[in-house]
């Protein structure tokens, strides 16, 4: 397996660059993609995630279809081959995506936010890419 990445620097480089365009991050760790990013975003508002946008990384594929680890379970509990979430204004995601892979970091637009009521929230919807 890879070696933990450090975003730091990635994530200092954005917020120079895209400043009051830049929302917020979340870094997924333990306790997956949805409930991390969940504790970033405020009342009134969720974050839906397309999983269409990505692969499962195959180490994590392997491991849920030896073990029978239920989708649910994996994605409560690993990161599923996202290790940093950055949420930026959608008019500037094209510009972060590039400022990002400049860097030599692999980005994309994973999904986006939708109003709605009660407390802030992240969704995971769709089928994952297969490779």
Same mark, same amino acid.
């Given at each position: ?6 975003y ?63 989708q ?10 996202? %290790? !940093?979430? =950055?949420? +930026?204004?959608?008019? &500037?995601?094209?510009? $972060?995506?590039?400022?990002? *892979?400049a860097? %030599? !970091?692999k =980005?994309? +637009?994973?999904?986006? &936010?939708?109003?709605? $009521?009660?407390?802030?929230? *992240? ?8 490779r």
């Open positions: 397996m890879t070696p933990t990445e450090i730091t620097l990635d994530c200092l480089a954005l917020i120079k660059a895209q400043q009051e365009n830049l929302r917020t991050f979340s870094h997924i760790t333990g306790g997956g993609l949805a409930d991390n990013t969940a504790r970033v975003i405020p009342d009134g508002l969720v974050a839906k995630y397309d999983r269409a946008s990505w692969a499962l990384p195959n180490e994590m594929k392997f491991m849920a279809d030896v073990a029978g680890v239920p649910s379970d994996m994605e409560r509990t690993w990161n599923c081959g996202i %290790g !940093m979430v =950055a949420i +930026v204004d959608e008019a &500037i995601a094209d510009l $972060s995506i590039k400022s990002l *892979a860097r %030599g !970091m =980005a994309w +637009v994973a999904g986006s &936010i939708h109003a709605q $009521s009660g407390p802030g929230a *992240a969704t995971l919807e769709g089928t994952y890419l297969t």
